[in-house]
Each structure stands twice: as C-alpha cells, then as structure tokens.
C-alpha cells in the first residue's frame, strides 16, 4: 500500500483494480478543512487519463507489475513479436499497445515490457534509438549556411527533420521521447 505521502511523478498505483502512473500531483493544504492531494493519472492498459482528489493520509493499492527485459524480432499484420532475453520464449503484443514506439523499432532491439497481471501491456523503450536514413532528398550545396532542415524517412517509416547535409544511409540517433534528430553517428 502507498499513502499519499509516497506520492511522486512515474509511481505506479492500482485503483478500482486498474493499473496507472502518476503523470502529476499537487499537495493542498487550504486554511480551512483537511489537507488533500490532487492528481493527474494515466492509465496504463488503455492510455486515458483520470484526475482525482485523494485526501491527505489516504492509501492506494500497488499494482501486481513486473518487467521483463525483451528484444524486439518482429512484426506482422496481427501486431508485433518480442522474445525475452532470458528464457528466448516469444511474446506477441498488439498494435494499440505498442503505441507510439513503434515508430522507432528496429531488429533487435533491447527494451522493457511492462506486464500486469501476467499479460504484457506497454513499452519502455531506450530515450535514444540509432536508425538509418532510408529516404531523403539531396541537400543542395550551400544552402547549410542558413541552419535548414529537410525531412527524413528511416527505416522504420518514421518522419523526422534533419539537418540538409545528411543523406540517405546516414545513422541518425532519434530521442524516442520527441521523436527530434539528436545527431548523426559516425560509420
């Protein structure tokens, strides 16, 4: 159990038996009547958010989570396919649960995955992942002076801006939180 005093931004909690993070909370203490804290909840099997008002003292459940290290193989038209690092067993997950990250999944890639209640639910992948570029056009020489970006499919089929000196075959580190061009990583 967690009292409202334990609470912090990315502590998992279960209410009315459903698993969420912590997004926000704020701690009130008006002059008159009990202390409260305010909170901004993310859901995380469904990815809706849920604000609630606890009183000072109270207390939550903690979530029945645990994370398994995966690598990431595959994917295909049902969704895409993990296989954990420890005992090599696959594991599907579907598209809706994946999310945004699989904008940045690329052939072996180590990540966690979250599971609640023996069935997996989301991903943590790495802040940066390292993708190539697999389509761009030519930037035109002399035009770099200005500081310009041009956009960049990788491999993945993600869109990116990237700097007009870059070309196709280029590895690019991509913050996964963003989803911004950090730099280019040399061959």
Do not use: C, W
């Not at 007009?164 to 075959?169: A, D, M, P, T, V």
Request: avoid cysteine.
């Amino acid at each position: 159990m967690y009292s409202t005093a334990e609470f912090r931004r990315g502590l998992k909690i279960e209410i009315d038996k459903k698993p969420f993070i912590i997004v926000d909370f704020q701690h009130v203490k008006p002059g008159k009547g009990g202390a409260f804290v305010r909170t901004k909840m993310k859901n995380l099997i469904n990815g809706s958010v849920l604000e609630k008002t606890f009183r000072s003292g109270e207390k939550v459940e903690k979530p029945d989570l645990n994370e398994k290290d995966m690598q990431y193989l595959y994917k295909d038209d049902q969704g895409f396919h993990f296989m954990d690092t420890e005992n090599y067993e696959q594991v599907f997950i579907s598209t809706s649960q994946v999310g945004d990250a699989a904008n940045f999944l690329s052939d072996g890639l180590e990540l966690t995955v979250l599971y609640y209640k023996g069935s997996p639910i989301s991903l943590e992948i790495p802040n940066f992942v390292e993708l190539p570029i697999e389509k761009t056009e030519p930037g035109v020489k002399g035009d770099t002076a200005t500081g310009g970006s041009k956009p960049a499919t990788l491999t993945t089929g993600f869109v990116v801006q990237v700097p007009l000196f870059l070309n196709e075959g280029d590895v690019l580190k991509v913050d996964t939180r963003s989803g911004e061009y950090v730099e280019r990583i040399s061959k």
